[in-house]
Antibody, heavy 120, light 109 residues
Framework: EVQLVQSGAEGKKPGESLTISCRAS????????IGWVRQMPGKGLEWMGI????????KYSPSSQGHVTISADKSVNTAYLQWTSLRPSDTAVYYC?????????????WGQGTLVTVSS | SYVLTQPPSVSVAPGQTARITCGGD??????IHWYQQKPGQAPVLVVY???ARPSGIPERFSGSKSGNTATLTISRVDAGDEADYYC????????????FGTGTQVTVL
C-alpha cells in the first residue's frame, strides 16, 4: 500500500526558516515524481512544485520559484519543502502527493497534510 | 495563465444525481482528473484520465468530457458525498505544469 506520511504542524514567526517532510513507503520512491500542493485557509488547491527523487530534478510554479526549495533524499524515501524566510501569507496546509500517469499526470496518493502557521 | 472554471456550489437531494462541470481552453486535448476533499481531510483521487476510476472508488462516480467541458457525475448521492471537488489538468507549459480547478462544494440537502 502506498503511504505518504508528513511531519507535524508547525507554528513559526515571520522571517524564520522551516523544513517539512513527506516520508514515502509501499513503492519504489525513486521512480515517481512527488508534488507539493498548498491550500490556504478556506481556499482551493494550488500546485507549488515537484521533485523526482531518482535524480533530484525539480520544477516550480511561478509563484513558488525563489521562495521555497523542494528536495528529496532517496536514501530515506523522504521529500522536503523548505523555506528560509517565512511570511504570514505562507500560513496554509501543505500536502505532498505522488504523481502518476502516462497520458496525463495526476496525484494518486496524498499525505495527510502539514499545517504551517506563521504569525508574530 | 491557464484557468479551470468550476461552479462554486452544487446542491442535490439524497438519491439524486450531482453533476459538476470543469471548463477550460483546449480541454479536449488534455486528461482531466477529479479529487474529492472532505472537511479537514486530504484530497482523494476519484477519477483520472477523464473516465477511469481508481480501485476502491464506487461506480457511482463517473467522468465524461465534451469539447472544452469535463463533467464529474455522482449518482445516487448520499450524505457521505458532501465535500469539495476539484478538477485538475497536466498543463505541460514551460512555467505551469499542474492546474487545479477553482473547486465546487457539493451540499446534500
Amino acid at each position: 500500500e502506498v503511504q505518504l506520511v508528513q511531519s507535524g504542524a508547525e507554528g513559526k514567526k515571520p522571517g524564520e526558516s522551516l523544513t517539512i517532510s513527506c516520508r514515502a513507503s509501499g513503492y519504489t520512491f525513486s521512480n515517481y515524481w512527488i508534488g507539493w500542493v498548498r491550500q490556504m485557509p478556506g481556499k482551493g488547491l494550488e500546485w507549488m512544485g515537484i521533485v523526482y527523487p531518482g535524480d533530484s530534478d525539480t520544477k516550480y510554479s511561478p509563484s513558488s520559484q525563489g521562495h521555497v526549495t523542494i528536495s528529496a533524499d532517496k536514501s530515506v524515501n523522504t521529500a522536503y519543502l523548505q523555506w528560509t524566510s517565512l511570511r504570514p501569507s505562507d500560513t496554509a496546509v501543505y500536502y505532498c502527493a505522488r504523481l502518476n500517469g502516462d497520458y496525463s499526470q495526476y496525484h494518486d496518493s496524498w499525505g495527510q497534510g502539514t499545517l504551517v502557521t506563521v504569525s508574530s | 495563465s491557464y484557468v479551470l472554471t468550476q461552479p462554486p456550489s452544487v446542491s442535490v437531494a439524497p438519491g439524486q444525481t450531482a453533476r459538476i462541470t470543469c471548463g477550460g481552453d483546449n480541454l479536449g486535448t488534455r486528461g482531466i482528473h477529479w479529487y474529492q476533499q472532505k472537511p479537514g481531510q486530504a484530497p482523494v483521487l476519484v477519477v483520472y484520465d477523464d473516465v477511469a476510476r481508481p480501485s476502491g472508488i464506487p461506480e457511482r462516480f463517473s467522468g465524461s468530457k465534451s469539447g472544452n467541458t469535463a463533467t464529474l457525475t455522482i449518482s445516487r448521492v448520499d450524505a457521505g458525498d458532501e465535500a469539495d471537488y476539484y478538477c485538475q489538468v497536466w498543463y505541460t507549459s514551460r512555467d505551469l505544469l499542474y492546474v487545479f480547478g477553482t473547486g465546487t462544494q457539493v451540499t446534500v440537502l
